[in-house]
């Protein structure tokens, strides 16, 4: 009996991450905008000047 417990609990788990993973074409992309500005690179390169 825990065997099929176990078995029903993986197949389940496999089940959802297999659903999680497939394409969706509402939502193709990763959420949030992508049009920013990369601020950690712009203040390195303003320190690395300022100190040369």
Known sequence: MELLITALIVAFVIYGLERNKAN??????????????DRDMERLSTELLTRA
């Open 24 to 37: 969706n074409p509402n939502h193709p992309h990763l959420a949030g905008s992508t049009d920013i500005q």
